[in-house]
């Protein structure tokens, strides 16, 4: 009989691990340990490709339970599986043969400063020219996917290993609410060479529809899953204090369970047909997202008026995990996701198959 896959016996050993992470907040260093308990556990290969729905289901779940147990982790971990899955996608043999071995950990740095970063030929080479912002896990990850300009303006993904260039990483900046423990500071690329073989894909694969925009459903799921570690945590304290005999709190928390198990049906639908390779699944993960965080930010509040100042202590989970989703809800262009979403809605009802009446 076959054992079971990769995805299934990575979420089993995640359930008690999640567990004891969501009990305990820890510190807000790099999560190290963490990462290195997700690599023994199969996390850093379990998702590259994901044959089938069952596959997408089980990577749904993975990212919401790291997400609510640790939303750093869950954002390095999300950039992990983003730039694994690209370079299956894109890659030659021996590239994806290298993320196969899952003996790094990847991420993936788009966002940059003005006026952005560059990559030249030199003779059987590539240089590098400029600097990435926003690098989770700048000095801490074993290798980055980056995008970087051709001479003929073309984006071009590179995976650069940077174990040997840590001192490049610059996390002075790094002085945030929440998301502290993501390290995602600034790194210096300049006069970096690589060979050919870093070079991933031809240019302007990274940003190829459907899977670029569809592929926001991985950090809305992480982002779901701290809201409703959140909702879970008023759960707790509802128990604990008598305060669930009180109707106005039972209608606060009902409002955060349809909240978030409405963002899940959204987040899911997405899922499954961005990895399925399907347009709709555009306009679905733009409203999702601006769902997810409507959800969210609902809980957040939620959470701070059902236990009142006891969620604002250092030691409390609810705000450590309000701090950290308060920013990773930041995330690209939200106004203008909302608004494509909207427009394509406009045109015809995105859901299901069912017309307008
Ligand atoms: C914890 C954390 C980790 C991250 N890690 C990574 C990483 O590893 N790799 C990476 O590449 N990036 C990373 N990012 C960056 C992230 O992907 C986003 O780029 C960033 O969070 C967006 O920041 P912003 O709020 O300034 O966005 P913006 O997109 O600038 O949005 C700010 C506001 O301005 C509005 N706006 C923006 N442009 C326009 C316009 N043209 N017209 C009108 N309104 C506009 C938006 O709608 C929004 O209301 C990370 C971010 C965080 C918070």
């Given at each position: 009989m076959n054992g079971p896959t990769p995805p299934d016996s990575f979420l089993r050993a995640l359930g008690p691990l999640a567990r004891a992470w969501d009990a305990a907040n820890g510190?807000?260093?790099?999560?190290a340990e963490r990462l290195a308990a997700v690599a023994r556990a199969g996390?850093?290969?379990?998702?590259?490709?994901?044959?089938?729905e069952h596959a997408v289901r089980a990577l749904y779940a993975a990212l919401r339970r790291i997400g609510g147990a640790d939303l750093s982790l869950g954002r390095i971990w999300e950039g992990h599986v983003n730039a694994a899955q690209l370079v299956d996608a894109y890659g030659d043999a021996a590239q994806r043969a290298a993320v196969e071995a899952g003996s790094r950990v990847l991420g993936v740095w788009n966002t940059e400063p003005a006026p952005g970063m560059t990559i030249a030929r030199e003779g059987d080479v590539w240089r590098l020219s400029g600097a990435k912002s926003f690098?989770?896990?700048?000095?801490?990850?074993?290798?980055a996917l980056i995008t970087a300009r051709l001479p003929d303006g073309g984006k071009q993904m590179v995976v650069v290993d940077i174990r040997d260039h840590?001192?490049?990483?610059?996390?002075?900046?790094?002085?945030?609410?929440?998301?502290?423990?993501?390290?995602s500071g600034r790194f210096d690329f300049d006069g970096l060479v690589v060979a050919s073989e870093a070079l991933i894909g031809a240019p302007g694969d990274y940003e190829r529809e459907p899977r670029f925009s569809a592929g926001a459903w991985r950090f809305a799921a992480v982002q779901l899953g701290a809201a409703e570690a959140l909702v879970r945590h008023l759960r707790d304290h509802l128990v604990a204090s008598g305060k669930r005999e009180e109707p106005i709190q039972r209608a606060r928390f009902a409002g955060c369970v349809a909240a978030v198990r409405g963002a899940g049906a959204w987040v899911e639908r997405a899922a499954l047909r961005a990895e399925a390779g399907d347009a709709d699944a555009i306009p679905l993960t733009l409203m999702a997202r601006g769902v997810v965080e409507e959800a969210a930010l609902g809980v957040m509040e939620a959470a701070a008026r059902g236990?009142?100042?006891?969620?604002?202590?250092?030691?409390s989970r609810i705000d450590r995990i309000s701090r950290d989703l308060g920013l990773y809800?930041?995330?690209?262009?939200p106004d203008q996701a909302r608004d494509r979403a909207a427009a394509a809605w406009l045109e015809r009802d995105r859901w299901g198959d069912d017309p307008w009446w």
């Open positions: 510190d807000e260093a790099f999560p996390g850093l290969t379990a998702f590259t490709r994901l044959p089938d690098a989770t896990g700048a000095g801490h990850i074993d290798a840590r001192e490049r990483a610059d996390n002075a900046g790094w002085r945030v609410r929440g998301m502290r423990g993501t390290r236990v009142g100042t006891a969620a604002f202590f250092e030691d809800l930041r995330q690209p262009v």
